[in-house]
């Protein structure tokens, strides 16, 4: 149970470093074009995958 639990977070981590990442790369135009400023982009890495 503790281990299923800490691979649980590890894979969570893991998708919010990907999805943190792939938001990075984009230019100021693209994420202005989904509606996302730069400065938000841990945030919604973060509740994407909390």
Do not use: C, N, P, W
């Amino acid at each position: 149970m503790f281990t299923s639990f800490i691979l649980a977070k590890v894979k969570a981590y893991l998708k919010y470093r990907e999805t943190l990442r792939e938001l990075s790369r984009l230019s100021d135009r693209e994420l202005e074009d989904i509606g996302v400023a730069r400065y938000q982009i841990d945030d919604i890495a973060r509740v994407a995958h909390a």
